[in-house]
C-alpha cells in the first residue's frame, strides 16, 4: 500500500522520510522496515550511535531511499551510522506541486539532518545536484562529498526524460509486472531484488508533478556548483557509453571544475551504485583512505 499524499506548502521546509543503517540493527538485513515519516533526527536511534560519523545519502529522480539498500549496509560496516532520505515528492515524503528546484530539495534535506555534523555527503542524479547546493550554500555542513553521475545541463533531453517519468510511474501502478519484466530484461546485471525496488519507487514517485517540473528544462550550472563546493569532493562517473548522464562539453567542464577533488569514471551507465556496487565502494574506500 502506497503512503497516501499530504498537502504541504509550495515553499518551505519539510521534513523528509528516512531510512538508517548504522544506529541500530534493521528489521532485515539489507533491507530495512519502513521510512520514518516523522523526518526525526537521525541522532535519536541510541546513544551509541553519537559516536558513529554520519554519512547521508541523497538519491536521484523518481528514485528514494529505498536505492541505497546496499549502500547503506555497507558504509555501517565501515563505522557510518547512515541516514538516506526521500526527496520531496519521491518515497513517503510529503507530496508537493511546486518547490522541487534544488535549492528547496537541499533546504528538506538540511531540515531532516538539522544540526548534527556530517562527515560524508552522497548525492546521485539529482542528489548530486542537490548535494552540491547544499554544500555551496550551507558551508561546513559536510566535511567530504562524493557526486555521483550528475546531469550535465546540456547532457540531457529534459522533455523526454519528463515523458519518460510519466511513462514509467504510470505503468508501475497500472502494469507493474509487464514493467518489472522490462526492467529485467534491459538490467541483467542487476542483483535479485534490485528491480522489484525500483517498481517500488516509481509507484510511489509523483511523477506528474516531477515531470512538469522538469519537462522545460531546469536551470543549473554544474561546473560553476562543483567549483564552490569549498571541501574535498569525490567525482563518480558512468562511461559516456553505458549511459552517463554527464557528457561531451558538459562532462570536460565538471572534471576541470572539481580542483583539488578526484574523478574516477566506473565501469557501468548512470545508476553507478546499483550498476556497479564493488568498484564504487572500492573508490570510495580508496578516497577516504587518502
Request: proline share 9%; charged share 25%.
Amino acid at each position: 500500500m502506497n503512503p497516501q499524499p499530504e498537502a504541504t506548502p509550495p515553499h518551505g521546509a519539510v521534513p523528509l522520510a528516512t531510512r538508517s543503517w548504522g544506529a541500530r540493527e534493521p528489521d532485515h538485513p539489507g533491507f530495512p522496515g519502513p521510512p520514518n515519516r516523522e523526518g526525526s533526527r537521525p541522532g535519536g536511534e541510541g546513544r551509541a550511535a553519537v559516536h558513529r560519523p554520519l554519512a547521508v545519502l541523497v538519491h536521484g529522480v523518481t528514485s528514494s531511499s529505498r536505492t541505497w539498500w546496499r549502500v547503506g549496509p555497507a558504509l555501517a560496516g565501515r563505522g557510518f551510522r547512515v541516514l538516506a532520505v526521500d526527496l520531496r515528492g519521491h518515497g513517503a515524503s510529503p507530496r508537493t506541486v511546486a518547490g522541487l528546484s534544488a535549492a528547496d530539495l537541499a533546504d528538506d534535506v538540511a531540515e531532516t539532518v538539522g544540526d548534527d555534523p556530517v562527515e560524508l555527503l552522497v548525492g546521485h542524479s539529482l542528489g548530486a545536484l542537490v548535494a552540491l547546493e547544499l554544500v555551496g550554500r550551507r558551508p561546513g555542513f559536510a566535511r567530504r562529498l562524493v557526486v555521483e553521475d550528475p546531469p550535465g545541463p546540456s547532457s540531457v533531453d529534459w522533455a523526454a526524460l519528463a515523458a519518460g517519468i510519466e511513462a514509467d510511474t504510470g505503468r508501475a501502478v497500472t502494469d507493474p509486472e509487464a514493467l518489472r519484466r522490462d526492467m529485467e530484461a534491459a538490467n541483467p546485471a542487476w542483483p535479485p531484488g534490485e528491480a522489484e525496488r525500483r517498481l517500488a519507487d516509481l509507484a510511489d514517485c509523483d511523477g506528474r508533478a516531477i515531470a512538469a517540473a522538469l519537462r522545460d528544462g531546469v536551470p543549473f550550472d554544474l561546473a560553476s556548483l562543483l567549483a564552490a563546493a569549498n571541501l574535498p569532493t569525490l567525482l563518480l562517473l558512468g562511461e559516456e557509453a553505458l549511459g552517463s548522464n554527464l557528457t561531451g562539453l558538459d562532462r570536460k567542464d565538471a572534471i576541470e571544475a572539481v580542483g583539488d577533488g578526484t574523478t574516477r569514471v566506473l565501469p557501468a551507465g548512470h545508476s553507478l551504485h546499483r550498476e556497479a556496487l564493488d568498484p564504487w565502494l572500492a573508490a570510495v574506500d580508496a578516497w577516504l583512505g587518502g
